[in-house]
């Protein structure tokens, strides 16, 4: 089993933990107002234990525990992205585990339990879907980010929960807020969006979906700037706003984006 083999294995069993709690928790919040429950604590428990126990001597920084990492690698978890659509019921709602080696994400996962989506992504090896979850590699596709050039009334441009309520978009197309953040860099990654806005997040939200989106052709920038974000820093420090799609719509998008 490769090492990409067994994060896909650890990440899924992970979504099938937090879909045994779905639909049934009962959510407190954390100091910044945001939910959190007990499947994320136990989800990211299990990933922190798995992920030891197959990659040891691997550092975890995660959401849900207030504890830093001492060396520059370590894997970043998100256990359950999309916290308020899991209370909710809302079925978009993610488990996210990535790999950070000096700054730099180099391998990724991503699952959507609720509807069986699983993303997964190795530096200079592409990203590849399973539509149902699968353990089988050979039912995974590769995927690619949008190739055209032209931006239509009906594409889709995500926007994160924050980012929505602080941009102004004047672009051909409809913007989308899922509820979780990393649904911005995989449905990049396949084609569905067009590009995603990011803002008040922190490296758990982008770890594993920059390395995917990164490996089906879509660039992540920096919004305000339009410099390329090129490194992670393994802290809890909240990120400048971010953009991520397709090099051919980034002039575009940043253009029709106004912000504040």
């Known amino acids: 089993m490769t090492d990409l083999d067994a994060l896909r294995e ?6 099938e933990l937090a879909l045994s709690y779905y639909g049934r928790v009962t959510p407190s919040e954390k100091p910044d107002q945001s939910f959190v429950t ?25 959401e849900e ?4 990492v001492e060396k520059d690698v370590a894997w970043v978890v998100d256990p359950i992205d999309g916290t308020a659509n899991f209370v909710a019921g809302v079925p978009i709602w993610a488990v996210s585990v990535g790999l950070v080696e000096h700054g730099t994400p180099t391998m990724g996962a991503v699952y959507y339990p609720a509807f069986g989506e699983l993303y997964i992504a190795q530096k200079g090896k592409g990203a590849w879907l399973s539509d149902r979850g699968t353990r089988d590699m050979v039912q995974m596709r ?19 929960t924050l980012s929505i309520k602080r941009m102004k978009v004047n672009l051909p197309c409809k913007v989308r807020s899922l509820g979780t953040a990393v649904a911005c860099f ?12 990011l803002t008040d997040n922190r490296v758990w939200d982008i770890a594993a979906g920059w390395i995917i989106a990164k490996e089906a052709g879509a660039d992540v920038i920096y919004l305000l700037t339009g410099e390329p974000i090129e490194k992670l820093a393994l802290n809890r420090d909240q990120l400048p706003p971010q953009l991520v799609a397709p090099p051919q719509f980034i002039d575009t998008l940043r253009k029709g984006i106004q912000f504040g």
């Open 186 to 197: 995989t449905f990049v990654a396949k084609g569905s969006f067009i590009g995603g806005v």
């Open 65 to 68: 525990v207030e504890s830093g």
């Open 142 to 160: 590769r995927i690619f980010a949008r190739q055209d050039n032209q931006i239509r009334h009906d594409d889709l441009l995500g926007l994160s």
């Open 38 to 62: 007990e499947a994320d604590k136990a989800v990211e428990d299990f990933l922190r234990s798995e992920l030891a126990r197959c990659f040891p001597g691997i550092e975890v920084l995660g």
């Open 10 to 15: 650890i990440v899924r069993k992970a979504g």
